[in-house]
């Protein structure tokens, strides 16, 4: 599995070839009319019933009933791909299937199918709890899962045995929603403070990516060394429930910054919502690539805990300053 990180973060670089983006958020999206432009759509449910140059979506379903010229990136609950795609199809979900053409299909699941009448023009690499697939896959076919049940074609089939439960996976989906929320609600409501950390982030990556690794490290031992004294215990109580809402949001800090960075480079002026859905959506993706998902998420971890403090750290004088004065 270790050429499945590679080839995904290969064809995450290569464009999609598009001008433009549209955004669309809401409950319940449904796209009725074409969209000429790169369509990036996070809700409840997701149904694309038009043609759209490319597609990323998350929510808790996403359908694709109609054509994708480009690409399609997915994350959600339940994932239906019925239209056929002229690129790469990158998806994780509870449930996926595809019944559309595609050239490339890399997914992560707990259930994965292929219909019958779906056509990889070719590759395909799953991994998942379990597998189906009925469809054709012109060259290789390349599947890690608990159970595999091919009945349809392929140039080359590869099949890795993976003696897993799928409840962790399905876990994993339905905390990646709950994030999805939290993240929502913080760039509504405190959009100044995201951007913020996202400028220390984009300062120095490489940095605080290092001073926030170490920096967790050595919180957790001050903490451990608190908790064993009776006078330090409620600091250490308090302060071990900061460090915690520190770790849960330091990764949607990064996908934060992730988002904006890619704004900012291709020149599109976007709210902040629709910053944190572009680079959320991607960061998860990576994330749920095995092995290097995990380097992944520590990075994440480690480069968002380190902005929120030299953050904070940036903060701090102004506020002791205005108080001065």
Not at 57 to 79: K, W
Not at 119 to 125: F, G, L
Not at 232 to 241: E, H, I, K, N, R
Not at 271 to 294: C, E, N, S
């Amino acid at each position: 599995m270790k050429n499945l990180a590679v080839i995904i973060l290969g064809l995450l670089l290569i464009p999609a070839g598009v001008q433009a983006l549209t955004f669309v958020s809401g409950d319940q999206v449904v796209i009725t009319d074409p969209i000429p432009d790169d369509l990036i759509a996070s809700g409840g449910s997701v149904i694309v019933n038009a043609p759209v140059e490319s597609l990323t979506a998350a929510g808790g379903s996403v359908t694709v009933n109609a054509p994708v010229r480009g690409d399609v990136i997915a994350a959600g609950g339940t994932l239906i791909i019925n239209g056929g795609i002229g690129g790469k199809l990158l998806a994780a979900g509870g449930n996926i299937e595809v019944n559309g053409n595609a050239t490339n299909v890399l997914v992560t699941g707990g259930t994965v199918r292929i219909g019958r009448d779906a056509v990889i023009r070719r590759d395909a690499v799953i991994s998942a709890g379990d597998v189906t697939s009925a469809g054709s896959v012109l060259e290789n076919l390349t599947v890690s899962a608990n159970t595999f049940n091919n009945t349809g074609t392929a140039g080359n089939v590869t099949f890795e045995e993976v003696e897993e439960s799928v409840l962790p996976g399905l876990f994993s989906i339905l905390s990646v929603i709950g994030f999805l929320i939290l993240g929502l609600i913080l760039a509504w409501l405190i959009p100044g403070q995201l951007g913020a950390v996202s400028l220390e982030i984009r300062r120095g990556p490489v940095v605080l990516t290092i001073v926030g690794f170490f920096a967790i490290i050595i919180s957790v031992i001050l903490l451990l060394i608190a908790a064993v004294t009776i006078i330090g215990l409620p600091l250490a109580l308090v302060a071990g429930l900061l460090l915690i809402a520190a770790l849960v949001l330091s990764p949607l800090f990064a996908a934060y910054t992730l988002g904006d960075a890619i704004a900012s480079r291709a020149g599109w002026k976007s709210g902040p919502i629709r910053v944190f859905v572009l680079g959320f959506v991607i960061l998860q993706i990576l994330t749920f690539i095995p092995v290097l998902g995990i380097i992944i998420h520590i990075i994440a971890v480690s480069i968002g805990y380190g902005g929120l403090l030299y953050a904070l750290r940036g903060a701090w004088p102004s506020r002791a300053g205005g108080e001065a004065a």
